[in-house]
């Protein structure tokens, strides 16, 4: 979480193969029939309405968002809601229909700055109820139920968010952002379905407004995770964190670094060089094992091995910094020792972990030869009027996914559930990548319960789909996913990542559109391939 609120946070550009470092396209904020050039992207007009399946129960239902309000103190998202499901009662009864997301900590809807690479949740008040609308347990078919979330405030300069929603269809890139303030009289009109009539507006009195505790504690820096054989990488807009992987530095239980280690780390030191800001000390080690051997034994080569890439490290960076240097044992891993995958586990558990915040975008590159360029990230100093920095901009909201690319199948849960995965093409959003799929239940009594996550992968979990990673052709780094916050140190499963949420697995022959965010890759790059585990590969899927 974050302990402050901040326009903008310069950051680099990457420079290798995957981000480039100029995306050139201005653009404006579009709102009000405002007059746009051939250069600039046209956002149309709202409301930006979707249909589908929303929330953990999969309600059916028509959302139309209309803009974001920034107030003084808060910001307030606000969409209407209309129930699409059938029946012939003068009512549709649907407790939770969000899964309890605005009824309690559980929350359906979540703002992005893609741009400046932020998430927001919605404010809390003092009884730990997302401050907004409640949700009504019964629903008047052809009522149009007026709702607003409040969330944290919106940075000055921001013109556009993306919405995500829990259900099938939970993508809402390019809606407006627009200067608003308290209305003169809240909604005031009763939930209950006697008192509504179809044709009605409803605009159903409020929670609690008071806002209880520090709203920046409900804003998150976003970190663009990509991946290869010798480490994994998860860089925000004001830090970066390397997690090299100990068998390809050490020998097996051994803390002195073997030859190829050396040329990985000045790899590492040159990167950090470029990019680590010697004002905000330390470069900060951490030294992991896996979950053998005892506490003890684990804690001394855990501490061993930190103080030899420390070593190393300093030889390649000089004095410029310093350094904070610790072992952590086996008590904080990425990913769970058991199961047939237990080997995979442990190797992704035994790592050291390089971390230092970031220098002003102005001063990468200057203590070195390289132009300071990052993976999956961008200029996070951008605001709505200009985009002279290396994020694209927002994605405008998309109402067609185009024409499906690829198809393939697979049988889940030891071939007991067997899906068709369909893919889109992928679009850009600001410093994001997004893929769109359709997941087809093939009809038989086989399904994913709730409680299982088939493709998550085991190092990175919180996400139904990190399985899941983007790459270029001959390129052995993978673009695997986008992170909220820091990773969690006590529960693997506590992290969670930009995608679909709710339950993303149809049954009975049903199908269910998906989306999952990745970091992007460079301006040029117009096709990718996909690696979707289970599914197979496939190359050349184009980028929007």
């Known amino acids: 979480m974050r302990g402050r609120l901040r326009a903008v946070a310069a950051l680099g550009c990457a420079a290798a193969l995957l981000t480039g470092c100029s995306l050139s396209a201005s653009w404006e904020e579009g709102i009000n029939g405002q007059e746009q050039d051939s250069e600039h992207t046209d956002y149309g007009q709202g409301p930006y309405v979707r ?16 803009h974001v309000e920034r107030w003084p103190d808060r910001s307030v998202l606000r969409f209407t809601m209309n129930t699409l499901k059938e029946t012939d009662k003068s009512y549709i009864f649907q407790m939770n229909a969000f899964s309890g997301g605005l009824t309690g900590r559980n929350w359906a809807f979540s703002l992005v700055d893609p741009v400046n690479q932020v998430h927001y949740a919605p404010l809390l008040n003092a009884e730990e109820e997302s401050i907004g609308s409640p949700m009504p347990n019964a629903w008047v078919p052809g009522a149009d139920y007026e709702i607003e979330v409040h969330f944290p405030p919106i940075p000055e300069g921001v013109e556009r968010l993306s919405v995500h929603a829990v259900g099938t269809n939970g993508d809402f890139t390019g809606i407006p952002v627009i200067d608003g303030e308290p209305p003169e009289n809240p909604p005031s009109d009763s939930s209950s379905h006697g008192d509504i009539e179809p044709g009605d507006n409803v605009r159903m009195k409020l929670r609690d407004t008071e806002i209880a505790g520090d709203p920046q504690e409900r804003v998150s820096d976003l970190y663009s995770i990509t991946d290869r054989p010798d480490m994994t990488q998860a860089d925000s807009p004001e830090e970066t964190t390397v997690a090299l992987h100990s068998d390809v530095l050490f020998e097996l239980d051994k803390a002195e670094l073997t030859d190829k280690a050396r040329t990985v780390l000045e790899d ?24 053998q051997g005892s506490d003890e034994y684990n804690q001394d080569l855990s501490e061993r091995r930190a103080e030899a890439v420390h070593k190393a490290l300093a030889e390649e960076l000089g004095s410029d910094y310093i350094y904070k240097t610790e072992g952590r044992g086996a008590t904080e891993p990425v990913a769970e020792e058991t199961g047939e995958d237990i080997e995979e586990a ?19 590159g200057s203590a070195s030869d390289g132009d300071g360029a990052k993976d999956g990230g961008g200029d996070r100093s951008k605001d ?16 067609d996914d185009g024409e499906i690319q690829a198809t393939g199948s697979a049988e889940l849960l030891n071939g007991d559930a067997g899906y068709e995965l369909n893919v889109y093409p992928m679009y850009r959003d600001g410093a994001y990548l997004v893929g769109v799929y359709e997941l087809v239940h093939d009809g038989g009594e086989g399904s994913v319960p709730h409680v299982i996550d088939p493709l998550a992968d085991d190092r990175h979990r919180g996400s139904d789909f990190t399985v899941m990673s983007v790459s270029l052709p001959g390129d052995d780094k993978n673009l695997r996913g986008v992170r909220i916050g820091p990773a969690p140190k006590d529960e693997i499963d506590d992290a969670a990542y930009i995608s679909s949420r709710g339950y993303p697995f149809p049954s009975d022959g049903e199908s269910r559109r998906v989306f999952a965010y990745f970091p992007a890759p460079a301006e040029d790059v117009t096709e990718v391939d996909l690696d979707a585990g289970p599914f197979g590969e496939f190359p050349g899927i184009p980028v929007a």
Request: overall charge negative.
């Open 384 to 399: 709505s009027e200009t985009t002279d920095g290396h994020a694209a901009p927002p994605a405008p909201f998309r109402d």
């Open 51 to 66: 249909e589908g399946l929303f929330g953990g129960h999969a309600f059916p239902a028509r959302v139309s968002v209309q």
């Open 268 to 291: 590492v030191a040159e990167e950090t060089r470029s990019e680590a800001d010697p004002s905000q000390p330390p470069i900060t080690i951490v030294g992991h094992t896996d979950g």
């Open 346 to 364: 442990r190797a992704a558990n035994r790592r050291v972990e390089i971390s230092y915040r970031i220098r002003p975008e102005a001063e990468q």
